[in-house]
Structure formats: C-alpha cells, structure tokens
C-alpha cells in the first residue's frame, strides 16, 4: 500500500478495472439524496429509514441503549433520528446496507468460510467499541463510528471473493501453503490489496474519509498520514479477533502485529487485557446476520 493519499486515484482505477465494485445501496442513496437538502426533516429522513426494516430496528435499538440514556424508551423513527442527527443514522443505516448487500450466507468454499467472515468482522467491530469507549483518545467519537469502522475492515475481502472467485481462491491457497500473510500474496496476484479494495469502496460510496483512510491502513497504521489512532485501533481489534481464534478467512496466517499502536489508541495492553472478558460478552450477546 501506498504511504500517502496522491496514489488514491491509481489505485481507484487499478481496482474498478479489475475487480467489479457494487453500487451504493438504495437506501444510502436515497438518504443522501434527502439529506443533501438543507430544509429536510428528520420526519423526512424517516420516510426513507421506514421503508427499510432493518435500517429502522437498528436505529430503534441504538438510541435505546445505554449509551443514549434516555428515561423514556424511543418507539418512533422520527424522534429516534432527532435524538441521534443525521450523521448517526446514516452510519447505522451503512450498516444494515452492508449485511443486506453482502450478509447473505454462502457455503464455505475452500478457505473462505462466510459464516467466519462476519464472526471475524463483527468481533473486531465490537471491540473497536469498546477500546474506543474506554480512552480518551476517542472521546469525541460516538462508539458506533468505530464499530461501523471495525465491521468493515476487511470488507474488500468479499468484494475480491465475489468479483474474481478463481484467482482470489487461489490467492488463499497460496498463502494457506506458504503459511504467509495474505496481503502479501494479494500484492504479488492482484497488485493491490483487500484493503485497498475496501478503502476504494468506501470511497466510491461516498463514506467519511476517516473510515476509507482507516480501512486502507489496518494491516499498517503507521504508514497512515491523516488518521492513524483510528487505523490503529482498527488494527488491533482485527488482531484480538485473529487472537480470539475468529480470523476471516480459514487456515491464513494473521498480517504482523504492530506494537506501537496501544500508544496511539492510548490504552496499555495491561488495559486491553482487562477489556477482554467485556468484548467477549458484548460478542456472545450480539445479534449475528445469519
């Protein structure tokens, strides 16, 4: 991957030429459409989340937590998306999109096993979550930033999966023989990596530009020029997923620790350690897409 930003349009159009990218989901278009006018409402950004069961639940369920504390509980849409503002609702809205759009379960074929994919995805999310509510170095972003950041890390996984199946098995193969990392193998087959592919996503999908830096960088976070405490911290809740024995993809090896980023994420791994049992339990407690 490349150390700074001025490569982004190489690797924007390396990509889209090789691997076919999904359109945004009709919801996020719909959303940004109607957000994108000044004088919209939340009643009007609720006729859209209405429409979208999922979108709706999750949404009801978020400004229903703890985190919200409201004495009264929340049972309407519209007043959930005042509570919450409209940067919230689309990211929980981004979330429901990408189960709808990539959540749908598949048999295992050869070392891409779905079901462990989104284990490894949604555990790094929820630790994410935690680590991030836990120091002071995120204490102006809300948890759920950084679960949708964790969620979607490896995201550019699935894309090279469903959009080039062959190579990308073999790809796997490969690195499964040679006991090496797959961003390594991915560089020498494809050129790029699944991080770049997510990053690249995120960037055709119009996402905040801490997430698609973040998404690119999580196998390097030192290398990341603009947000590197939310690439590090991205970094190590894939590696306590990995530590969890809930990799993404079957019988790969997990990419290098970096050690520098309990510093940036400004937690000690004594502290780390001691969150553990917390993301373990908020894991078994979560609600899987399957």
């Not at 009801?60 to 937590?65: A, K, P, Q, T």
């Not at 001691?274 to 609600?287: G, K, M, R, T």
């Amino acid at each position: 991957m490349a150390d700074s930003t001025s490569s982004s349009t190489n690797i924007l159009t390396l990509v889209n030429s090789t691997i076919d990218l999904p359109t945004m989901p009709e919801v996020l278009l719909k959303l940004n459409e109607v957000m994108a006018d000044p004088e919209t409402s939340a009643a009007d950004v609720a006729k859209v989340v209405s429409a979208d069961p999922a979108v709706s639940a999750n949404i009801l369920r978020i400004v229903n937590s703890a985190y919200y504390g409201l004495q009264v509980r929340v049972s309407s849409v519209s007043l959930a998306i005042s509570v919450m503002g409209f940067s919230m609702t689309k990211k929980v809205a981004l979330k429901a999109a990408v189960f709808s759009a990539f959540g749908k379960r598949r048999e295992k074929i050869q070392h891409f096993d779905p079901a462990a994919f989104w284990k490894h995805a949604i555990y790094a999310g929820i630790a994410a979550r935690v680590l991030a509510s836990e120091s002071q170095q995120f204490a102006d972003m809300h948890p759920e930033d950084a679960y949708v950041a964790g969620l979607l890390h490896d995201i550019g996984k699935i894309i090279l999966m469903e959009g080039s199946t062959p190579k990308y098995l073999a790809m796997l193969r490969k690195s499964v023989q040679q006991g090496r990392p797959e961003t390594d193998t991915e560089l020498e087959d494809f050129g790029f990596t699944h991080a770049d592919v997510g990053s690249v996503l995120a960037i055709k999908w119009s996402l905040p530009e801490d997430l698609a830096i973040a998404i690119r960088y999580h196998h390097a976070p030192a290398r990341d020029p603009f947000h590197r405490s939310l690439s590090s911290l991205i970094h190590l809740a894939d590696q306590l997923a990995w530590r969890a024995q809930m990799p993404s993809t079957v019988g790969t090896t997990a990419g290098a620790f970096d050690h520098d980023v309990y510093d940036q994420v400004g937690l000690s791994p004594e502290q780390v350690e001691e969150l553990l049992p917390q993301i373990h339990d908020d894991f078994a407690a979560s609600e899987l897409p399957w």
